[in-house]
């Protein structure tokens, strides 16, 4: 037996500060390491009847079997513009907004933009110009002298719409009747014959347009052909991708034919100073919910863990990083 007194001498000796900060590091680094988050989230959605209200519906229901000691409160919105607005100003810690409407909040330097961070790119945003099946336009160069919805003042898709008529050649302010009203409003007053066309950006189906077509006959208009007069714009431009909306996006609509249009893709963004376990809790949240989610939300079967760290034009957050190197293979 060895003598009390010839141990070794490290045998019974505290870890230095420094050694007991890195068992400490490499404890919470591990997946599900470190205390459970608790506190609150307000995560700011997006329109009524829109995809992102949905979503956000769907993931806080999900957050309350991950995350428990986590009161998450939803609270609609306007769109992306607002959205970021509300993150900036402390309004929310966590939202979705189109990468176009990010990437034109961080060029024009706007408050506080060095401080938005990524949890992951999310599905895209497909732009969708919708018009009675009998509407003489055929494309976006059409809508001159119209009444055509461009969504609220301070959403994404009135960001792009704006975009958009200008690539085809048209001032928003003078080139047609701009109304401004939400994906929650623009189908009625269709119907009702008071617009003549409506822009939508969202993620597909979009139920509020589901619904439409089965009100009356509408038709989407292509609008592939503006993608190299926007991509000469860049760099606000430069989030968009030519894509093509499935056949079976709105199976009523399309009559079996893809469209040809646009696409952005959405990010989950919060602040640099979201605790961060909060944010990888979130994070890993939103991942593994993909299936659930996406049965009732079929733009989240989008969501896919290989493409989720390309969040272009935000760095991913601290919280984030943690998730994704605990489950890199």
């Known amino acids: 037996?060895?003598?009390?007194?010839?141990?070794?001498?490290?045998?019974r000796r505290p870890l230095t500060a420094a050694a007991a900060v890195l068992v400490l590091l490499v404890w919470w680094l591990l997946?599900?390491?470190?205390?459970?988050?608790?506190?609150?989230?307000?995560?700011?959605?997006?329109?009524?009847?829109?995809?992102?209200?949905?979503y956000?519906?769907?993931?806080?229901?999900?957050?309350g079997r991950d995350l428990p000691e986590v009161d998450v409160t939803l609270v609609p919105s306007q769109g992306?513009?607002?959205?970021?607005?509300?993150?900036?100003?402390?309004?929310?810690?966590?939202?979705?907004?189109?990468?176009?409407?990010?990437?034109?909040?961080?060029?024009?330097?706007?408050?506080?933009?060095?401080r938005l961070r990524a949890c992951a790119r999310l599905y895209d945003d497909y732009i969708q110009?919708?018009?009675p099946a009998d509407s003489s336009v055929r494309d976006a160069e059409d809508l001159k002298g119209l009444r055509v919805g461009l969504g609220q003042r301070r959403s994404g898709v009135n960001l792009i719409a704006g975009r958009l008529l200008k690539a085809a050649g048209l001032d928003p302010g003078e080139?047609?009747?701009?109304?401004?009203?939400?994906?929650?409003?623009?189908?009625?007053?269709?119907?009702?014959?008071?617009?003549?066309?409506?822009?939508?950006s969202g993620g597909l189906p979009t139920g509020a347009i589901e619904e439409l077509a089965e009100a009356v006959e509408i038709r989407l208009v292509p609008l592939g052909d503006l993608v190299p007069v926007l991509h000469s714009q860049e760099p606000q431009t430069r989030s968009y991708r030519a894509a093509l909306m499935p056949s079976d996006a709105y199976p009523a609509v399309q009559d079996g034919k893809a469209v040809e249009t646009i696409a952005v893709a959405n990010l989950l963004v919060t602040m640099d100073g979201t605790d961060a376990a909060l944010t990888e809790g979130i994070t890993r949240s939103v991942i593994?919910?993909?299936?659930?989610?996406?049965?009732?939300?079929?733009?989240?079967?989008?969501?896919?863990l290989r493409t989720a760290i390309y969040t272009h034009p935000l760095p991913l957050h601290l919280g984030a990083e943690r998730y994704y190197r605990s489950v890199k293979s």
Do not use: C
Request: no cysteine; glycine share 12%; proline share 5%.
């Open 1 to 11: 037996m060895v003598s009390e007194h010839v141990r070794h001498p490290w045998a």
């Open 31 to 54: 997946p599900g390491g470190g205390p459970a988050p608790g506190g609150q989230a307000v995560f700011t959605t997006g329109a009524r009847g829109g995809v992102y209200e949905r």
């Open 56 to 63: 956000g519906e769907l993931l806080k229901e999900q957050l």
């Open 80 to 114: 992306s513009v607002q959205n970021i607005e509300r993150l900036i100003s402390g309004e929310a810690s966590f939202t979705i907004a189109a990468a176009d409407a990010v990437a034109a909040y961080v060029n024009s330097g706007g408050k506080d933009a060095d």
């Open 129 to 131: 110009l919708v018009v």
């Open 175 to 200: 080139d047609i009747r701009p109304v401004l009203q939400g994906i929650d409003r623009m189908p009625e007053l269709l119907i009702r014959e008071e617009l003549d066309a409506f822009f939508w």
């Open 288 to 304: 593994n919910s993909r299936d659930r989610i996406g049965r009732a939300v079929h733009a989240a079967q989008k969501v896919d």
